[in-house]
């Protein structure tokens, strides 16, 4: 039977920056905000001065909106393609305007087509997915007390904290070319499955636990509000964005047993 989802999507200045850099769509194969077999979501977090970061964000949510092909057949090449334009675009629009030297901007992309998932990834944006009670986080962070944590410099929970926590390694429009994560495989989704997309914003300051509890106590745009005041109350120190997306309307698929694990695209 045909997925159906449904999505909400919320972004919010915080209670310290006077301009919110972040950016968030959620588009449809049938348009956007429409009904189709598939559903394109970005989270954007913008880095540079001059609005050098709200420009990078938005082109990024823009570009991968335009430039996803639905339909192709292979929609986690033309999710990498999509994402490698939009670094291409990022980059060459900062070379040309000097205001906007070395803006960039972090990007989590997802797709939802036929009951499967697809994943594109830069920075330290993230995807989770709540599933049967629980959350995962289904991004790593490309940042530099991650890379701390592979080489068990720190752990986990001191990482959270760390001073250095926002120093990301890898950021669309900064280079020519940029590593996009990925999945080896498309990811099995199963009806039920809710999807959300976050800023560092959101998750800095805000438990695993705390996300779960809100997508699964609320609806859709209530969760994302109810997320966004969490944030606030807390001091906000910084944008917030967060997109909960919902797969449902048929069958539970068959699960596939092989793990999904994070790949990088090679540079062109």
Known sequence: ????????VASDVGCVRKVNEDSARLVSSGGEAGEGGGWLAVVADGMGGHSGGDVASRMAVDTISHRFQWGSGQPAQALLDAVQTANRSIFEEA???KALSGMGTTCTALVLADWKAYLGHVGDSRLYLVRAGDIYCMTEDDSSVMEMVRQGMITREEARSHVDRN???RALGT???????????????REGDRFVLSTDGLHDVVEDDEI???VL???RQPACARLITIARERGGPDNITVVVLE????????????PTRVVKEPSP
């Open 1 to 8: 039977m045909r997925m159906h989802v449904e999505g909400a």
């Open 95 to 97: 070379k040309g305007a």
């Open 167 to 169: 120093v990301i390694l």
């Open 175 to 189: 280079r020519s070319q940029v590593e996009v994560s990925s999945w080896a495989r498309p990811f099995p989704v």
């Open 212 to 214: 779960r509890d809100a």
């Open 217 to 219: 106590t609320h609806g």
């Open 247 to 258: 797969a449902a309307g048929g069958e539970r698929p068959p699960d596939e047993p092989e």
